[in-house]
């Protein structure tokens, strides 16, 4: 069983910067692909970030305003979001698999966090 917690999020005004933090904690010494998935109210849960090797990967509607990024302690990941705007509101989650078959597709994480609130204000 892998335990994932999320932190960070609140409240923002339009072109506030957040950060979120993960931290996923299952067998000693394993490795974890981590993710960010968002959800607004009458969405579905939608991709926002993962992170490989060779960097990060984003949704077209964050790309340049997100930043994903490895912590210093394993499977730790941070969510950088500068210039939010209004449609970032959402509860953002963060996803863990041992190995997602599709790391873009929610249904391909095992682990979630129990999400955590970002609201931006006009």
């Known amino acids: 069983q892998v335990h994932v917690e999320e932190s960070g999020g609140g409240l923002a005004q339009i072109g506030d910067s957040l950060r979120l933090s993960c931290v996923a904690s299952?067998?000693?010494?394993?490795?974890?692909?981590m993710a960010w998935f968002r959800q607004a109210p009458g969405n579905q849960r939608e991709f926002v970030a993962t992170?490989?090797?060779?960097?990060?990967r984003y949704a077209d509607s964050v790309k340049g305003r997100f930043t994903i990024s490895r912590g210093d302690a394993l499977n730790t990941v941070h969510l950088q979001m500068n210039n939010l705007k209004p449609e970032d509101t959402a509860v953002y989650y963060c996803a863990v698999d041992e190995r997602p078959y599709d790391s873009y597709s929610a249904n391909s994480y095992d682990y979630w966090g129990q999400g955590t609130q970002v609201t931006v204000s006009s």
């Open positions: 299952g067998r000693a010494g394993s490795s974890y692909y």
């Open positions: 992170i490989r090797w060779g960097g990060g």
